[in-house]
């Protein structure tokens, strides 16, 4: 079907209301990304084409960013590209090259504040057979929910030794009595109400949609207390506010209920980041989904992809209110570009949450089904197969081929 022939997804309210063949962009990305999507659109095309017989089909609509927009345009990240995205409600993304330092600006940051979409969500849960440095990685079944747009990840930042870098240290130094050295880079790290709250609140809501047992705000609120202990304490106002009926606190728990969780409630917790990370690791049992600051959730969400076999094999998504891109969590790998050898279950992952946002969680599910049947079966590309033993070593394309037959 011709692009023509599609029809855009809207929102009436907060619902979306998605079409039988939906327009949908996507980035193929840089490096590896071209491989990994042409094997995520045949495993999506097929899924769909067996769920629901023809009745509804996903109308592919290519743009530009990264290196393929700067070779054709000279931008890299072209206007058009966030004017589609926003446009058609729902695109999806393979990896970005962003350089460290100097340069161009990280182009999954600017995407995201761009379209404003406050909430990174990265569900982490293992997958049968994938090989892994925990010894019952099974127990990890986590969502993460982190805050995209604000924190040291605004860009609010100078070089050290620029005009505006030593005009705010002599600021900081005369007016309110610091002692920053003249030599200092500096960064500014806005945190907000309205960013922390409608963050939370899609954790929340998220929690309770899906029948999760309980929400923890991770957060280093000891040190930065008016930034990350705010972040705290506008989660907890928040939960008494919106959903008191449903949420009990950690302290409520053991004074009214005896420490016992009560049927039907998602119980509401707190801790400090550096902790998390330890019992995230010896108690994942413990934690459901994580609401959390931007750096804080960039960190969690890719040491909890290790202990289920590394940023592979874990999708993302970036989602505002009207407007949502999925996305492969990993890097651009360039020296395998073009060697149809990468795992493309990151990608492949991240359509499946794309499938089931738009409410075809039938085709979502077959995919999800496919992967594991097709990872149990020990057929794997190389990331996975040097792990594996007995395993039979595939292409990208051929990955992507069998799980098409387990589905």
Sequence with gaps: MSQEQGQRITYEGKAIRVPDYPVIPFIEGDGIGPDIWRATQRVVDAAVEKSYGGR???????????????????????????????????GIKGPLTTPVGGGIRSLNVTIRQELDLYACVRPVRYIAGVPSPMRAPEKVDMVIFRENTEDVYAGIEWPSGSPEA????????????????????????????????????????????????????????NIMKFTEGA???????????????????????????DGKMPAGKILLKD????????????????????????????????????????????PGSNISDAVAVFEATHGTAPKYANLDKVNPSSL?????????????????????????????????????????AGAREVKTSEFATAIIEAL
């Design 271 to 314: 801790r400090i980041a550096d902790i998390t990370f330890q019992q995230v690791l010896l108690r994942p049992s413990e934690f459901d989904v994580i609401a959390c600051p931007n750096l804080n959730g960039d960190y969690l969400s890719d040491a909890l992809a290790a202990q289920v076999g590394g940023v592979g094999m874990a």
């Design 56 to 90: 509804r089909g996903i109308v592919w609509k290519e743009v530009l960013a990264g290196e393929k927009a700067f070779n054709a345009t000279g931008q890299w990240l072209p206007q058009e590209t966030l004017e589609t995205l926003k446009e058609y409600k729902v």
């Design 231 to 257: 972040f705290r304490d506008w989660g907890y106002e928040l939960a008494a506010r919106e959903f008191s009926q449903v949420i009990v606190t950690e302290d409520a728990l053991y004074k009214e209920y």
């Design 348 to 388: 492949i992952l991240s359509a499946i949450m794309m499938l089931e946002h738009m409410g075809w969680s039938e085709a979502g599910e077959r995919i999800r089904k496919g992967l594991e049947a097709t990872i149990a079966a020990k057929v794997v590309t190389y990331d996975l197969a040097r792990q594996t």
């Design 166 to 221: 030593l005009k705010l240290i002599q600021f900081l130094n005369q007016e309110l009595k610091r002692n920053i050295s003249d030599t200092a880079g500096i960064g500014i790290k806005p945190i907000t109400k309205e960013g922390s709250e409608r963050l939370i609140r899609r954790a929340i809501q998220y929690a309770v949609d899906h029948n999760r047992r309980s929400v923890t705000l991770m957060h280093k609120g």
